[in-house]
């Protein structure tokens, strides 16, 4: 074979190559687009159930990632617990404690309404808010207005704005003895612990403010009429 014959040869052959893979082109195209179409669609179009995740492992890491378990997948289960999952509900009972002023609404108080629990709330209990000294009461100037306010909202009505148990609810008749925040013989000398007890339970006909005061709200309104408690 001289090597004229030789490349007519392979000329020849590449010539029928190319035009037969032409030919055959929209064949090839219509059986790509067809699996690739048919793949998504068939058995894989029901919306309601998980469908097929191609290379799973990078979505789903192999350790047991709490927020990403869930109780019908199967495949990762936590062998420990009965359920399998990783995050466990909290034991009954819990409350947020790490900090009160987010978890404020929930902060436990240790203290029952009774006469015990009254004694002992007014030898243990102290204003967590003590802070610098303003006018002699030991809390910040920012608590003292806070708490100014809140006792022109709740409790001016019957305890007066001097504090001496003469607002408008007493003087016109409504309620009867409030008594003066000033008065050596009845809440001159009364410890923080026990208004914030009588603030949370109630007192005789003053009722509780735990539903409406928070507990940082109580203790601001506390720091307020301790200054009534140093006046004569
Ligand atoms: C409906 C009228 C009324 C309102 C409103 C009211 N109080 Fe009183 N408060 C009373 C009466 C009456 C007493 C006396 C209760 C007793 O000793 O039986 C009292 C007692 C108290 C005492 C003394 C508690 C003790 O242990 O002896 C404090 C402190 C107090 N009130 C703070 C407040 C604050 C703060 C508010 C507002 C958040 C408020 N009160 C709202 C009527 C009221």
Not at 102 to 113: I, L, Q
Not at 154 to 167: E, R, S, T
Not at 190 to 210: D, N, R
Request: charged share 20%.
């Amino acid at each position: 074979m001289n090597m004229v014959h030789l490349k007519s040869v392979k000329k020849k052959f590449k010539l029928m190559y190319i035009s037969n893979s032409y030919k055959f082109l929209p064949f090839w195209v219509i059986l790509g687009l067809s699996v690739v179409w048919g793949g998504c669609y068939f058995g894989y179009n029901d919306k309601t159930k998980r469908n097929k995740e191609f290379s799973p492992n990078m979505y789903n890491s192999i350790p047991l990632e709490p927020f990403v378990q869930t109780v019908e997948d199967t495949t990762a289960r936590n062998p420990i617990f009965p359920d399998g999952l990783n995050a466990q509900p909290a034991p009954h009972g819990t409350v947020p404690r790490d900090s009160w002023y987010v978890s404020e609404a929930y902060t436990p108080y240790p203290f029952s309404n009774t006469n015990e629990g009254y004694d002992s709330a007014g030898q243990f209990l102290t204003s967590p808010l003590a802070d610098t000294s303003v006018q002699g009461i030991n809390c910040s100037q920012e608590t003292f207005n806070r708490g100014k306010r809140i006792f022109e909202v709740y409790c001016i009505m019957c305890h007066g704005a001097n504090g001496d148990g003469k607002g408008n609810l007493v003087t016109s008749g409504v309620f009867g003895n409030v008594p003066s925040y000033k008065d050596p013989n009845t809440l001159k000398f009364l410890p923080v612990g026990k208004m914030f007890h009588t603030l949370t339970y109630g007192k005789g006909i003053m009722g509780s403010y735990a539903s409406q005061l928070t507990p940082r709200e109580r203790w601001e309104v506390i720091c307020y009429i301790q200054h009534f408690q140093q006046e004569d």
